[in-house]
C-alpha cells in the first residue's frame, strides 16, 4: 500500500506557484474571502487559505460580515466585489446561515471571478471540458492528486460516492472527461443508492465524498483498488486538547492495507483544495485584462 501525501503534493504545488506569481508581470493576484459568522470550521479553513496565498504571494482580503447579515446585503457586498478591478478572485466561505440561499449567492459571484468554481458557468464549462472556466477546488484537487500519483483513469471503473454540487458531481465530471488521466468509467452512490457496497467493491477507483465518518469499511472494498478520502469529520476524542479528532469516509486502519493506495485523513485532498484555489486565482488574474 503506498499512501498518497496530500501535504507534500500541495507543497509542490505551492512553489510551482510561487514562482509563477514571482515571475507575474504588474499586480500581483488579489482574492477577495467572505467569511460570515464564525462557524470554527469555516474560521480555520479561511485562516488557512489567507496564510497559503500569502506564502505564495497573492494578495488576500478578508471580508468578516456578520451572521445577521441579509441575502441582500451580501449580495451587494458580492456586486461590490464584483465591480473592483483590484479583485481577481471571491470566495464566499460555505456554509452560509440557513436563511441565505447558497447557490444563489454563488450564481451572484461574476463568472470570470469565481473561483471556487460553483457559478453555474463554471460548472457547465466542466461539462463541456472547455478549459477556460474554473474547476471547483476540491474536485480538482483530487483529479490533480491522482495525476500526481501516476494513477490514470482510463477504462477504470470510478465510483464517486455523493452527489453534492462541491464535490461528488464535478468530480465525476473530471473522472468522464475524455482526456488525458480522465476517461473513467464512472458510478455516482448517494443516499438512494441500493446495494450500495456491491457497487463501491467493482471500483477500481473509489472516490468518497459522505461526510460520515468511517463509512466506508474493508468489506466496500475491492483489494488493490486506489481508495481517495474526501471526508473530514470531527469525531469526539476525550484525550485530545481539542476534544475531537478528524477522520474521513473512509475506515483508514482497516482498509488501508486492502489499497494500492489511499489518502489520509487529515494530510489528503484537505491540503490540495488550498492549493488549488490559488492556482484558480492566479488564472483569474491572467485572464483578466489589468489596466
Ligand atoms: P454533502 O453533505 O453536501 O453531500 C453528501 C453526499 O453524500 C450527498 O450526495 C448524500 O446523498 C450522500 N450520502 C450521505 N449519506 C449517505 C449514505 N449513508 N449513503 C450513501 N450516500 C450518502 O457533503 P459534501 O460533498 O459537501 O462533503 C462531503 C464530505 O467531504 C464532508 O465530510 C466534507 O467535510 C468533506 N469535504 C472536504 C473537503 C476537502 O477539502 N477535503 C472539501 C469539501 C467537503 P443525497 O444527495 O442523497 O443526500
Redesign the pocket.
Known amino acids: 500500500m503506498q499512501l498518497i501525501d496530500g501535504n507534500q503534493i500541495a507543497s509542490t504545488l505551492i512553489a510551482e506557484l510561487r514562482a509563477e506569481v514571482a515571475a507575474l508581470p504588474g499586480r500581483k493576484p488579489c482574492l477577495a474571502l467572505v467569511r460570515v459568522g464564525e462557524d470554527p470550521?469555516s474560521v480555520s479553513?479561511v485562516r488557512k487559505k489567507e496564510k497559503t496565498a500569502a506564502e505564495i504571494g497573492v494578495t488576500s482580503r478578508v471580508i468578516l460580515p456578520p451572521v445577521t447579515i441579509s441575502q441582500a446585503e451580501l449580495f451587494a457586498l458580492i456586486d461590490q466585489l464584483n465591480a473592483d478591478p483590484d479583485v481577481d478572485g471571491i470566495l464566499v466561505q460555505?456554509p452560509l446561515p440557513k436563511h441565505i440561499d447558497e447557490v444563489a449567492v454563488f450564481r451572484r459571484v461574476a463568472p470570470e471571478k469565481d473561483v471556487d468554481g460553483f457559478n453555474t458557468l463554471n460548472l457547465g464549462k466542466v461539462a463541456q471540458e472547455d478549459d477556460t472556466g474554473f474547476v471547483a477546488?476540491?474536485p480538482a484537487?483530487i483529479m490533480e492528486l491522482l495525476a500526481r500519483s501516476g494513477v490514470d483513469l482510463k477504462g477504470r471503473h470510478v465510483v464517486v460516492?455523493?452527489?453534492?454540487?462541491?464535490?461528488?458531481k464535478p468530480v465525476a465530471l473530471l473522472a468522464l472527461q475524455k482526456r488525458a488521466g480522465a476517461n473513467g468509467t464512472v458510478t455516482i452512490?448517494?443516499?438512494?443508492?441500493t446495494n450500495?457496497a456491491a457497487l463501491t467493491r467493482q471500483a477500481d477507483v473509489l472516490i468518497?465524498?459522505?461526510?460520515?465518518?468511517e463509512?466506508v469499511t474493508a468489506d466496500m472494498v475491492k483489494p488493490g483498488a486506489v481508495v481517495i478520502d474526501?471526508?473530514?469529520?470531527r469525531v469526539a476524542d476525550a484525550t485530545r486538547k481539542t476534544g475531537y479528532r478528524l477522520v474521513?469516509?473512509v475506515a483508514f486502519d482497516t482498509v488501508a492495507p486492502l489499497c494500492s493506495r489511499i489518502t489520509p485523513?487529515p494530510g489528503?485532498?484537505?491540503?490540495?483544495?488550498?492549493a488549488m484555489l490559488m492556482r484558480n486565482t492566479i488564472k483569474a488574474r491572467r485572464q483578466r485584462p489589468v489596466a
Not at 474526501?230 to 469529520?233: C, K, P, R
Not at 489528503?268 to 488550498?274: D, L
Request: hydrophobic letters at 40%.
Open positions: 470550521a479553513y460555505s477546488c476540491t484537487g460516492l455523493g452527489r453534492s454540487l462541491i464535490v461528488g452512490c448517494h443516499s438512494a443508492t450500495l468518497a465524498a459522505i461526510g460520515r465518518p463509512f474526501v471526508g473530514i469529520n474521513g469516509d485523513v489528503g485532498v484537505g491540503p490540495m483544495t488550498v
